[in-house]
């Protein structure tokens, strides 16, 4: 019999399934809080996905340290368990996306191997339901998907993503970007 949390050696899957999103080039993965025992887990996903940045919704419950030494930045956007962001964590949000996604990214290309690999920004909450998926979906509203298809898109992937208070600041988010495609316009 092995010790409480071991399997005798090998390496214990994560309990929650990081979920992956991708929409017109952009690139999220959705996860639970990491702690500091089972970072190494979320390290290798991270690593499996090209994580460049990981987004914590939610007080720290690791070290930032391990990440930077894989040069994976670490943004603190913590707001309020169950709410919808406020004004300047959705400011940041953008501005991180637009740095990521839509800039190109120059400084990568130099290194031929980087430029094929497409960058993934990683984000999560304590459980990856509630303030994380609500980022992923201003980013895609942002990139022109309609509110409730952005829901229903991240619902289809992660089950039980996004309550009812945060549903209703979906519905009536309005992209802030220029980029944003209007159906009607």
């Known amino acids: ?34 702690s500091s025992n089972n970072l190494p887990l979320y390290l290798k996903e991270f690593e499996r996905w090209n994580v460049t940045d ?30 919808a962001p406020p004004g300047p ?5 953008l501005q991180l996306i637009e740095t990521r996604f839509k800039q190109g990214n120059d400084a990568d290309n130099n ?7 497409k960058p993934c920004i990683a984000t999560h909450c ?28 991240i619902r289809e992937r992660r089950r039980g993503a996004i309550n009812k208070k945060q549903l209703k600041y979906i519905e009536s988010y309005k992209p802030r970007s220029k980029s944003s495609r209007c159906i009607i316009c």
């Not at 994380?132 to 895609?140: D, K, S």
């Open 111 to 117: 290194n031929e191997d980087k430029a094929a690999i």
């Open 54 to 83: 990981v987004v914590r919704c939610c007080e720290a419950t690791y070290p930032k340290e391990p990440l930077n030494e894989k040069d994976i930045q670490v943004h603190d956007f913590v707001f309020a368990d169950g709410e």
């Open 126 to 153: 304590v459980a990856g339901l509630g303030r994380a998926p609500v980022l992923v979906a201003i980013a895609l509203i942002e990139d022109g998907m309609q509110p409730l298809d952005a829901v229903s898109y």
């Open 89 to 93: 964590i959705v400011d940041a949000w």
């Open 1 to 34: 019999m092995h010790p409480r949390g071991t399997t005798g050696g090998a390496v214990r899957p994560l309990i929650n399934t990081p979920t992956y999103i991708e929409y017109n080039g952009l690139r999220f993965l959705i996860v639970d809080a990491p």
